[in-house]
């Protein structure tokens, strides 16, 4: 009997995925950037188990970035936004991360003789 080979195959799991409208592809519950001209196309996402990931179109590598920590971040490379520009030849702006993720409303103080002329009050309910 011969021995087996004693280089390991590597494993390859790849993610098939649509790139959205803004250049970006979900996986793991967060989003990575591509180059903005595969907006639309099919994608493949491969995580190679050591904190990067790679989206393949066919067998080209479109980007590579680290993995996220943690769900709903956003991963970006600018350089897959250079070059977009809008319907009126203007470059388009790029996507800019929310500073305040929910902004507290304004609550309005007041004194709290306001409530007092209610607490004398009768309410019936029907």
Do not use: C, W
């Not at 591509?34 to 066919?58: A, K, M």
């Not at 977009?84 to 388009?92: L, M, W």
Request: proline letters at 9%; glycine letters at 6%.
């Amino acid at each position: 009997m011969k021995p087996l080979n004693p280089i390991p195959f590597e494993e390859v799991e790849r993610h098939t995925r649509r790139v959205s409208n803004d250049s970006l592809v979900s996986y793991g519950g967060s989003r990575y950037s591509v180059p903005y001209v595969y907006v639309g196309h099919t994608v493949e996402v491969q995580d190679l188990q050591n904190g990067h990931i790679r989206i393949y179109q066919g067998n080209m590598i479109i980007a590579e970035h680290p993995k996220a920590t943690r769900t709903k971040q956003v991963i970006t490379n600018k350089k897959h936004f250079e070059g977009i520009q809008n319907q009126i030849g203007a470059k388009a702006p790029q996507p800019m991360p929310r500073l305040v993720p929910n902004p507290s409303p304004e609550v309005v103080e007041r004194d709290l003789s306001v409530y007092e002329q209610f607490a004398d009050e009768e309410v019936i309910v029907q």
